[in-house]
């Protein structure tokens, strides 16, 4: 089977229960997509389809076909950074960082269908992203500085 | 089972001491130039934790902290055990040794715990690395400026001192001439061992002391970065373990014809231990899934009997008749126990290579895992090597080795290198937990509302905090350990969350009892000015004393340990929805110095958030042996809704050392939300998690 992973087609074995993440991480070294829980809970899986955040730990390959899939690594185009990546290192929204890629991803799913959100709006959005360390506060500013022209 | 598993940094026992790589291995490894060994005999590494050592007074090579290596390119390295878990020593301490060398952060690099090439190092735990670390990079950074310029006043017959350091370069301001570093270190094989040489102090720090973005933020947006569990090895296969069916279970019988039978599984059986290696990750689970296992149990403990399990007998009431005009206070408070949930559960990639063993995982102690490994396979630790990655968290919750030591023996069987990264579920189950506590306090107060005699009884939870900061005429303050039905460990704050919440929830009751507000009440019996300082500085931000709405309700609390000072003032308001929320928090910290007022802000508002879920909801569940909420959906951790605005203050006192800051901002939130709620509701809260839900 074939899959569409930040603007690249990779070819698959068929296997369309196997899980996204394990494939993303495993098979083709994308490992940016992290496992936090297995049940949808945490986020730290989260990616793109069609530009909606899903949870990839819950996402059959069957799932995902004929779809567009962007992670974490997908972001970066032409070695500039996308407005969120670029917020997040402004304010420091992070602290052990494994979080971060979900909580980048999900928030690019937020702000393409709703690019001026309210803090509530964010906070709403990202309440399936568990952050242990405690970056709330930052991880809210660093979307709203991105949602707001970001970082200059 | 043992009883409180040990707050493991109170040890006093001496380290194994690592003397290895000395200084000619270690030029023989990463090349000639200088190399600045730092050695942790000044005393006031050790005022921190109050311990003397076996070995104070040893050779200096014993007692190596740190390597620092200017190489003949003028590249400079860090060699430290210290780890990076989140809380930003990756980049503190560069910031340390780029002050020093006058040069940027992003020309330090940080070789951290790893076995082979850092000195040893007891463990990244007690908000120790600040304290510690930080002054001797300083020092160390220090001294290979003052050799720098040596070096180049010897080459120009100058005068050391007129010679400026600045951007890598040593630099002749008279004469207009300057080297780089990598031009004094060519060819060179210098070492020294250094005690304690002048540093910047805090007051004239450039950068030391700024807010400063992490070293590697980059990778980690870009998702770069590879945690332990993103280690990939040539050949690499994927393991599974079978887990006991209940605490105390011992394996019977084990069927495991149909995994075997599955192509590229390797089944591992030895004694208690069994599990799989497959080529992928999924295989791996089908194996697994495959062994038929038969397990003795035995009846376990439940977690509905805290009270009787911890603390059997009956509740502290104090027999002794009181005083004219005394008023007395009793009451029993409990903590349950929880679970670290560290984002990133415990991993490992273990790899064998000619009897020797290199091992990826995550802990906070690099050395004690080798330790481990050692004594499980019965090999020297010359042997194992430990590299412990930046990792998704910890919070005291990675001090051990377990899934190092089964990745081993899975590798050990399958003659590949095997990755294992436990399910959240044997996270829950299989990590130990921050210790449950029954804590009886008993106190009075005279007519004057002076705190006259204090009773302090912890059962289980742990004696760090347990000491009263408030002056007190009389006092009995005793731990006392028990057989814990669950393994448990350290947890951030350790037992100072417990025993101030019993102990600041009870001065808010007795506040009450002399009718003094319970700021008044503090101020009048605290002599500590450090902690009225933060008390002050809290209370003044908060607004404390101002007006409030009828369904809202106000709470004060503060503590301190480690060096370190905090205060917390909470507002919460009756919600018809939610029982009570959290509406707003202002937490007041000083740990002396600021070495990163952002990192050290970050720190703060972390061990708030978090200190949220031990206070509202978290409690783990278990019965019979088994834990029965081992998953985010049935183990609530604090989300974003949860998160109230919080203001921190830190109190900046460059004229102390810096404490540690990881710990000690969690100790004053769940009092002072119970304070706060008891103002709001005058339902008193005496059980952590308080579940103040509708």
């Known amino acids: 089977m074939e899959l569409s992973i930040n603007q690249r087609k990779y070819r698959l074995p068929d296997a369309p229960d196997r899980m996204l993440l394990w494939v993303l991480r495993d098979e083709l070294g994308l490992i940016g997509t992290k496992y936090g829980c297995g049940e949808g809970q945490c986020g730290a899986c989260t990616v793109l389809l069609n530009g909606e955040p899903v949870r990839s730990c819950l996402t059959p390959l069957a799932a995902a076909k004929e779809k567009s899939i962007t992670t974490i690594e997908g972001l970066e185009r032409n070695g500039n950074l996308h407005p969120l990546q670029e917020a997040f290192l402004k304010v420091d929204a992070m602290q052990c960082g494994y979080c971060t890629s979900g909580m980048i991803l999900a928030s690019a799913g937020l702000l393409s269908r709703n690019p001026r959100p309210s803090e509530p709006e964010i906070a709403a959005a990202l309440e399936g992203n568990v952050c242990r360390c405690g970056a709330h506060p930052r991880i809210i500013e660093a979307v709203r500085l991105a949602a707001n022209g970001g970082v200059r | ?694």
């Open chain 2, 1 to 694: 089972m043992t009883g409180l598993e040990p707050e493991r940094y109170e040890l006093s026992s001496a380290a194994a001491y690592d003397f290895k790589p000395g200084r000619r291995e270690f030029f023989q490894r990463v090349g000639g130039g200088i190399l600045i060994a730092l050695t942790l005999r000044n005393a006031e590494a050790y005022q921190e934790s109050g311990h003397t050592r076996r070995d104070e007074g040893n050779e200096m090579p014993r007692t190596v902290g740190a390597w620092l290596h200017i190489d003949e390119s003028g590249g400079i390295t860090v060699y430290t055990g210290k780890v990076e878990v989140g809380q930003n020593i990756r980049t503190s301490l560069a910031q340390a040794v780029a002050e020093e060398l006058r040069t940027p952060v992003s020309t330090i690099r940080m070789v951290m715990g790893d076995t082979s090439l850092t000195p040893f190092d007891r463990g990244t735990f007690g908000s120790l690395s600040t304290p510690q670390m930080a002054p001797q990079l300083h020092r160390a950074a220090a001294a290979a400026r003052k050799l720098l310029q040596e070096l180049a006043a010897e080459r120009w017959l100058a005068k050391p001192e007129e010679l400026v350091v600045e951007d890598g370069k040593v630099t002749d301001p008279a004469a207009g001439r300057s080297l780089g570093f990598g031009e004094l270190t060519k060819g060179r094989n210098l070492s020294q061992t250094i005690a304690g040489p002048v540093v910047t102090p805090p007051s004239a720090w450039k950068i030391a002391g700024q807010a400063f973005t992490k070293v590697n933020a980059r990778d980690i947006v870009t998702g770069k970065h590879e945690y332990p569990s993103d280690i990939r090895r040539p050949g690499m296969l994927y393991g599974k373990i079978l887990r006991p069916a209940a605490f105390g279970a011992t394996l019977v019988s084990l069927d495991a014809g149909a995994a075997k039978a599955m192509p590229g599984v390797t089944v591992v059986h030895d004694g208690d231990f069994a599990g799989v290696v497959a080529p992928d990750e999924i295989s791996a689970e089908k194996a697994l899934g495959a062994l038929r296992a038969t397990w003795k149990t035995t009846p376990q403990p439940s977690s509905k009997d805290l009270l009787r399990i911890l603390r059997p007998g009956p509740a502290l009431r104090r027999s002794a008749p009181t005083a004219p005009g005394e008023k007395l206070v009793e009451a029993t408070y409990t903590v349950a126990w929880i679970a670290h949930t560290p984002l990133e559960p415990r991993a490992a990639v273990a790899e064998w290579n000619n009897g020797n063993l290199t091992v990826w995982t995550g802990t906070q102690r690099p050395f004690g895992v080798r330790e481990e490994l050692a004594n499980a396979f019965h090999l020297p630790e010359a042997r194992i090597r430990v590299l412990m990655p930046d990792t998704g968290s910890a919070y005291g919750g990675k001090h051990t080795g377990e899934a190092a030591v089964e990745a081993a023996r899975l590798s050990q069987a399958a003659g590949k290198p095997v990755k294992l990264v436990w399910t959240r579920e044997e996270e829950f189950t299989w990590a130990y937990f921050r210790p449950g506590g029954v804590i009886d306090v008993s106190a009075s107060i005279d007519r004057d509302g002076l705190l006259t005699n204090w009773e302090f009884h912890n059962y289980n939870s742990g004696s760090s905090g347990i000491e009263t900061p408030y002056a007190v005429t009389s006092k009995k303050i005793e731990f006392h350990p028990v057989n814990s039905p669950l393994r448990q460990g350290s947890y951030r704050g350790l037992a100072s969350t417990a025993n101030n919440f019993a102990r600041e929830v009870h001065i808010d009751e007795l506040a009450r009892a002399a009718g003094l507000g319970p700021l008044e009440f503090r101020r009048k019996n605290l002599k500590n000015q450090r902690l009225l300082a933060v008390l002050n500085a809290a209370a003044e931000r908060f607004g404390w004393g101002g007006g409030k709405q009828a369904d809202e309700g106000h709470g004060i609390a503060c503590g301190v340990e480690k060096g370190g000072y905090t205060a917390v003032c909470a507002s919460v308001r009756k919600d018809a929805r939610r029982g009570v929320r959290v509406e707003r928090m202002v937490t007041a910290f000083e740990c002396g110095a600021i070495v990163n007022p952002d990192g050290l802000k970050n720190q703060v508002e972390g061990a708030a958030i978090m200190a949220l879920g031990g206070a509202l909801f978290e409690a783990i569940e278990f019965d019979n042996g088994k834990i029965l909420n081992p998953r985010l959906s049935a183990y609530r951790v604090p989300r974003f809704s949860d998160v109230p605005p919080i203001d921190v203050v830190l109190v900046n006192r460059s004229d102390l050392p810096s404490s540690g800051a990881g710990e000690t901002p969690i100790m004053a939130v769940a009092p002072a939300i119970s304070n706060a709620i008891f103002d709001a509701t005058g339902t008193r809260h005496r059980d952590l998690p308080m579940r103040p839900f509708a």
